[in-house]
């Protein structure tokens, strides 16, 4: 079993930015992705952004030249560097980790972008 805890959500006006962390714990043996995935209201979830092991990354054109994602293996946390914020990023971004088998999602951290 993995357990994420994710950190860094809240309100922030348009153009500011958040980062948001998600630390992966537990029976890991590997991990093939760490990423985020976001919800708004009435929407279908997507993914944000991903890293492999390897560090390749991947964005949804909507963020890409805004966000960063980021990873620190040694201690299994990704980032999320959000700058440039729009009201459209407003969601529930969800941690995703990947491994051999198996997908676990955290539990989701709010982020609102209003002024």
């Known amino acids: 079993q993995v357990q994420l805890v994710e950190s860094g959500g809240g309100l922030v006006q348009p153009g500011g930015s958040l980062r948001l962390s998600c630390a992966a714990s537990?029976?890991?043996?590997?991990?093939?992705?760490m990423g985020w995935d976001r919800q708004a209201p009435g929407k279908q979830r997507e993914l944000v952004a991903q890293?492999?092991?390897?560090?390749?990354?991947n964005y949804v054109r909507s963020v890409k030249g805004r966000f960063t994602i980021s990873r620190d293996g040694a201690k299994n946390t990704v980032f999320l560097q959000m700058n440039s914020l729009k009201p459209d990023d407003t969601a529930v971004y969800y941690c995703?980790?990947?491994?051999?088998?198996?997908?676990?999602w955290g539990q989701g951290t709010q982020v609102t972008v209003s002024s």
């Open positions: 537990g029976s890991i043996s590997s991990i093939y992705f």
């Open positions: 995703k980790v990947v491994v051999p088998g198996d997908i676990y």
């Open positions: 890293i492999s092991s390897g560090g390749s990354t």
